[in-house]
C-alpha cells in the first residue's frame, strides 16, 4: 500500500513537474521512462528519492521472480549493499555515465551486475 501511495505521489505530484517544458511534453507516466537527467536533476528531493528506492527494489524482485520461473537462479538482493536505498544510489550514480539513458535502462544494466544465486535446490 505505501509503494502505491508513493507511487501515485510521484506521478501525481512530481510527474508534471518533471517535465521541462510542460506543453510540449506529457507527464512523466513512471520512474522508468526517465532519463537519468531527471533523476540527478531532482536526486536531493526525498520523495523522489524514496519513490526510486521502491521502484527499483520492486523491479529487481519482479525481475527476480521471472528469472527463478525460467532458470532457477536470481540475484542476491540480502544484505545492507542491497538495501532499497543503496540500490536506487547505484542508479543514480551510474545516471552520470550517461544522462541521457532512461532509468529503465541503467536499472537493467545495475540488475545483471548484482551476484547470482543458484535456487534449483528450493523447488
Known amino acids: 500500500m505505501r509503494v502505491i501511495l508513493l ?8 510527474g508534471p513537474a518533471l517535465s521541462s517544458d510542460a506543453e ?8 522508468g521512462v526517465a532519463e537519468c537527467q531527471t533523476v540527478l536533476d531532482l536526486r536531493e528531493n526525498a520523495t523522489l528519492h524514496q519513490a ?9 524482485s519482479a525481475l527476480n521472480f521471472q528469472s527463478m520461473n525460467q ?4 540475484r ?12 536506487a544510489e547505484r542508479i543514480v ?3 552520470y ?14 540488475f545483471d551486475q548484482l551476484p547470482l544465486v543458484d535456487v534449483s535446490n528450493n523447488r
Open 7 to 14: 507511487a501515485s505521489v510521484y506521478i501525481g505530484f512530481l
Open 24 to 31: 510540449a511534453q506529457e507527464p512523466l507516466k513512471g520512474i
Open 52 to 60: 526510486l528506492s521502491s521502484w527499483v527494489y520492486g523491479f529487481f
Open 71 to 74: 532458470n532457477y537462479t536470481m
Open 76 to 87: 542476491d538482493l540480502s544484505g545492507a549493499s542491497m538495501e532499497p536505498d543503496a540500490l
Open 93 to 95: 550514480g551510474r545516471c
Open 97 to 110: 555515465d550517461d544522462p541521457k539513458r532512461t532509468v529503465l535502462a541503467v536499472a537493467f544494466d545495475v
